[in-house]
């Protein structure tokens, strides 16, 4: 069964910086399209970017050219760094596989906060 454990997440300013990531187990991880979600507080989880597992990449409008998303198949790992982090950007992240995120697969995510 695929299991996702993200970590990374913190307490940023904003204007700051900060990279998460996900290691994947239970699937040959090299097969698979990756993405990275997230859900704020109220609202409904939503893909900020993917990675396809020829490599390619596509962002949400609202953190294009601020999040660049990468993966290492070596490590079976997926990695979101995030650069010029707004208060928005505060969610819970979690990373699925793309483009069908996998509904008993959802691991618990790790915490972004941005605040001054």
């Known amino acids: 069964q695929m299991q996702f454990v993200e970590s990374g997440g913190g307490l940023v300013q904003p204007g700051g910086s900060l990279r998460v990531s996900c290691v994947a187990s239970?699937?040959?991880?090299?097969?698979?399209?990756m993405g990275w979600y997230r859900q704020a507080p109220g609202k409904q989880r939503e893909l900020v970017a993917r990675?396809?597992?020829?490599?390619?990449?596509n962002y949400a409008d609202s953190v294009k050219g601020r999040f660049t998303i990468s993966r290492d198949n070596a490590k079976g790992a997926v990695y979101l760094q995030m650069s010029s982090l707004e208060p928005v950007d505060t969610a819970v992240y979690y990373c699925?596989?793309?483009?069908?995120?996998?509904?008993?697969?959802w691991g618990q995510g790790t915490q972004v906060t941005v605040s001054a």
């Open positions: 699925n596989s793309w483009p069908t995120a996998r509904e008993n697969s």
């Open positions: 239970g699937i040959a991880f090299s097969r698979y399209g």
């Open positions: 990675i396809s597992s020829g490599g390619s990449t």
